[in-house]
């Protein structure tokens, strides 16, 4: 039986009103323990905000469990996987663990749900090309492929808003995939709407100024969510290619290698913090905190667009769309210090700085 429209909407409103409602809670909560957010020179913010938010999207994500989804090996599977990584996550939130022991919770949740629930890519389906794996091999990339998310999204986290709005689109695109498509009677669909409402309750106290941050107990959350919801559609054939989710999350993922390799190339460890990331960047431009954050919401929906055309409408717009979007992307990379800080923009801003303070010598 097909998941209704009135259904959706209770999902939905039922899990948002939780979210924004525990926050306030969960914010004296984190005051109580001493899980705040200290400003150093590589945040943003100038003053200690609370962490912990994560516990509000979980708990609403919990209760969303309890009223909508269907219990089964895989759900069970998410379950535990999940109750892992929000552990992890709070109590890093609380007092920071050493990287070693945070992957090593990420890897505990991701085996559970890929070994226990059997939630694997087993196949990819993409631009008329189709691949089925070895059980092994289907085993090893879903873990990586869980891994890679949560830490996308971690690393993503780094405004007022960002990584809380990037995961809304992304379950707003999926959500509208599904329904379009007639797929809205799998679990991964009622989780996906579960999440919306979960993330965007909690977005109301995290879009700037933000009143509370979800620390690495949300933003792990968050992209192990993510993560899982995507193999459930490749499993449940709820999408038409590999391609489209990777698509929709392009801004974090494109994040991420471009950090990686900033890293690699300064030969510093890839785990190591730094202040150039793509948020980072447009600041460096003068834009807002608040204008940085949409700019950013603004491009990632460019790619769920893109998405939606693809899938729905027309395959040669959206890969049309798709290129035009890497070009952008692109042209980004080349006009700040994402990759390197021998950028073209950062030489013109130098000479223009240059040739106004030679000018105001004369003078």
């Known amino acids: 039986m097909t998941i209704s429209i009135n259904e959706i909407l209770k999902m939905v409103i039922i899990t948002f009103l939780c979210s924004a409602i525990l926050v306030p809670f969960v914010k004296k909560i984190a005051e109580f323990v001493g899980a705040l957010d200290r400003p150093n020179k590589r945040k943003v913010h100038k003053e200690l905000i609370p962490r ?32 892992v990584i929000i552990i992890t996550g709070v109590i890093d939130d609380i007092r920071p663990l050493p990287p070693k022991y945070k992957f090593a919770g990420q890897v505990i949740g991701a085996l559970v749900v890929v070994l226990y629930g059997g939630i694997v890519l087993n196949d990819i389906s993409a631009f008329g090309f189709y691949i089925k794996f070895n059980p092994i091999i289907a085993h090893i990339l879903s873990l990586i492929f869980i891994l890679g998310c949560i830490n996308c999204i971690n690393l993503i986290d780094g405004l ?3 990584a809380s709005g990037i995961s809304s689109i992304y379950f707003l695109t999926v959500g509208i995939i599904a329904v379009l498509m007639g797929q809205s009677t799998s679990l991964d669909v009622s989780l996906t709407f579960i999440m919306l409402g979960a993330t965007l309750g909690f977005l109301v106290h995290n879009f700037y100024p933000a009143k509370i941050f979800m620390g690495d107990s949300g933003s792990m959350f968050l992209g192990f969510i993510i993560a899982v919801i995507a193999l459930l559609g ?18 974090p993922i ?4 471009f950090a990686i390799i900033r890293r690699l190339l300064k030969k ?16 460096n431009m003068r834009f807002s905190h608040r204008n940085t954050v949409l700019i950013i919401y603004f491009i990632d929906a460019l790619f769920a667009a893109a998405s939606i055309i693809y899938v ?8 049309i769309i798709y290129t035009i979007l890497l070009i952008i992307v692109v042209w980004l990379v080349t006009c700040t210090d994402i ?13 223009i700085k240059e040739k106004i303070k030679k000018k105001k010598i004369r003078n």
């Open 254 to 257: 494109l994040d991420t290698l």
């Open 52 to 83: 912990l938010g994560g516990l509000a999207i979980y708990f609403s994500f919990l209760l969303g469990y309890m009223l909508f989804a269907k219990q089964n090996i895989e759900m069970i599977s998410i379950l535990i996987g999940s109750f």
């Open 312 to 319: 729905l409408k027309d395959s040669l717009w959206g890969q």
């Open 160 to 162: 007022d808003g960002l």
């Open 339 to 351: 990759i390197t800080s021998n950028s073209p923009v950062k030489r013109g801003f130098a000479k």
């Open 234 to 251: 490749f499993k449940n054939v709820t999408f038409t290619s590999f391609i489209v989710p990777l698509i929709i999350l392009a801004i």
């Open 268 to 283: 510093q460890h890839i785990s190591e913090p730094d202040k150039s990331h793509l948020h980072h960047q447009f600041l």
